[in-house]
């Protein structure tokens, strides 16, 4: 490549604009709104299906390629001198929580969009190809598993079992991903596992650290270890006004019994355990009927494995112990290790955020990321950016203009130096 382009390559950075980049999340936001101002968009509904389209139709407009894999993962590449190069891949997720926010997910493929737009007013040629990506069912709200698309990518022998999951209705992955190609334009295929050369991600940062420190950039160190189970408490059904306590199994008492317990063991003086039970479930949910099963989940998270292992090994028989006349079921629908990055591609954000002057700081995730799973394959790394107060996974999540484009503008210079080291 002429010495004038590579000179040229620290211009992508340049030619991204915040303008453009808020309009296109406004336009995102759009897609299952709510009317406390966040979105429910959750993984392959059709308001998912929209988003997709709408970035592909994007992403087309701008001359680039779309592909989709076998979980749904859609690929938009900007081509590189190299074609049969492993591609520099930038991506998150476009799917939320039931009552998610604007930037979550989203902005990450919107940064990744704009850093391919930006190369492309930049004139800039890179070696290998970029590709900005979406990774399916990112939040396992609707499917649970989060991180599916990534995992499966990563290890497509999990995509059978992925395709079975059924939603809360009954419908299956498999038909809600039917649903969804249906709706969007007919992409070529990719298949599960290509080579990627290495990958970034950006994000909103999820917590209060990056605006309290007044940093603009996060680079990111690793991601917490999380495990996830569902617990199913099994009793009886029974009449409300004539069934003494003495003869009830009832499954809400004795599963309300065991949540106090699995939060006092998990409160530890550090503050560092991250337990949370996000959703119950009663049958038959009924006012006059004593309640014969509960199904309650368990997100737990922590840096150490010790910590994962030694507590996470506990809840069953924290359960069992306060199931009094009921029974009780555990399944570990989850484990993920804790993961760390470093090396090449956090040192290129750093070389970047650097030379553009953004005040930065390396700060370690609470929240998981798709890039857990893809650091599997390739180098990975990952950009934060702000978010107010770190509000996330609520409907009042919001993130600045500019700190947005400045993570854009980070990426986008990333990019292109890793895609023509
Ligand atoms: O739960 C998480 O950490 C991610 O935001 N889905
Ligand atoms: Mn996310
Ligand atoms: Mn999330």
């Not at 998150?92 to 190369?119: K, N």
Request: with cysteine.
């Amino acid at each position: 490549m002429a010495a004038a382009k590579r000179a040229k390559d620290s211009a992508a950075s340049s030619f991204v604009s915040e303008e453009r980049l808020w309009r296109r999340h406004m336009e995102m936001a759009k897609i299952g709104a709510t009317a406390k101002g966040g979105v429910n968009r959750q993984a392959l509904t059709p308001e998912d299906a929209r988003a997709r389209a709408l970035l592909a139709e994007w992403a087309r407009g701008l001359g680039f390629a779309c592909a989709m894999d076998a979980i749904g993962n859609v690929f938009i590449r900007r081509p590189g001198a190299q074609a049969a190069a492993a591609p520099v891949i930038s991506g998150s997720h476009t799917d939320s929580q039931p009552s998610g926010g604007r930037f979550d997910g989203i902005s990450g493929v919107l940064a990744a969009l704009e850093a391919l737009e930006a190369m492309n007013q930049a004139g800039i040629e890179t070696r290998r190809p970029v590709e900005a990506a979406v990774w399916t069912n990112e939040e396992g709200s609707r499917f649970a598993s989060g991180c599916m698309g990534s995992q499966v990518y990563t290890e497509p022998a999990k995509l059978a079992r992925m395709l079975a999951m059924k939603d809360l209705d009954g419908m299956s992955l498999k038909e809600a991903l039917a649903a969804t190609r249906a709706a969007m334009p007919t992409l070529p295929e990719r298949p599960l596992k290509s080579p990627i050369d290495c990958f970034v991600e950006l994000h909103i940062e999820q917590g209060p650290v990056l605006e309290a420190t007044g940093n603009v950039i996060g680079i990111v160190t690793g991601i917490a270890g999380s495990r996830r189970f569902e617990v199913e408490v099994l009793g009886e059904d029974a009449h409300a006004g004539t069934t003494p306590r003495a003869r009830r199994k009832d499954a809400v008492l004795a599963a309300s019994a065991m949540i106090q317990a699995l939060h006092k063991m998990m409160a530890d003086p550090e503050d560092e355990v991250r337990f949370t039970i996000g959703q119950i479930r009663v049958k038959p949910n009924a006012m006059a009927v004593v309640p014969g099963y509960v199904l309650f989940t368990i997100d737990f998270r922590h840096q150490s494995e010790e910590v994962l292992t030694r507590l996470g090994d506990r809840i069953e028989g924290v359960c069992r112990a306060q199931a009094g006349p009921c029974e009780v079921t555990l399944t570990e629908t989850r484990r993920a290790p804790t993961k760390m990055f470093s090396g090449l591609v956090p040192d290129a954000i750093e070389a970047v955020t650097r030379k553009l002057g953004v005040p930065y700081m390396r700060l370690f995730s609470g929240a998981g990321h798709d890039a857990r799973y893809v650091a599997d394959l390739c180098p990975t790394g990952m950009i934060f950016v702000p978010c107010e107060k770190g509000i996330s996974h609520n409907e009042a999540e919001n993130a600045k203009p500019s700190d947005l484009a400045a993570g854009a503008r980070v990426l986008a210079d990333t990019l292109v130096a890793l895609a023509n080291r």
